[in-house]
Structure formats: C-alpha cells, structure tokens
C-alpha cells in the first residue's frame, strides 16, 4: 500500500473507475444477449431497437476511454453476423 497521501487517493479512484468499468463492460453483454435472444424471435421492431441499443452503448465504451476502437468495432461485426445468422435459420 502506498505511502504517500497522493498515492493513497490515486489507489482509491483508480478502483473505483475500474468499478465504473467493469459495470459499463456488463452493461454492453447484457445489451448483446438481450439482442441475440430477440434475433431468435419474430418481432424486428424490437430486435432493431436492442441492436442499436447495443451500438450505441460499444460506441460511448469508445468514446469514454473503456474499450479500444478496434475492440468495439469487432464485437458490433460479430454481433451483427450472429443475428444475421439466426435470422436465417429461424
């Protein structure tokens, strides 16, 4: 444990965005579950509505520093060819 005052507040912040993190992580595999479950469904409106839903939240991950570029790029592409592809065989 650190010593220093600074160095204390810094271990105490540092973990509570790693906390933020975490849950903004959860937030979108839930958003993607939710969306890959509707795929399974007949009802598009709200299948559309979870994977914009999904985007947005991969693109505020971005934005805020929580996931890479490149990392949310690819999971909006495999979430889009899995739900393409459970549309076509339901």
């Excluded at 540092?14 to 939710?34: C, D, H, L, M």
């Amino acid at each position: 444990m650190a010593n220093i005052k600074s160095a204390k507040k810094r271990v105490l912040i540092a973990e509570a965005n790693r906390q933020r993190n975490v849950a903004f992580k959860t937030s979108i595999k839930t958003a993607v579950k939710k969306t890959l479950e509707l795929a399974k469904g007949e009802d598009k409106e709200a299948l559309n509505a979870a994977l914009s839903k999904a985007y947005q939240l991969c693109d505020k991950a971005v934005v805020k520093g929580i996931l890479h570029k490149n990392t949310a790029a690819r999971k909006k592409s495999r979430l889009t060819l899995a739900v393409k592809k459970i549309s076509a065989n339901a």
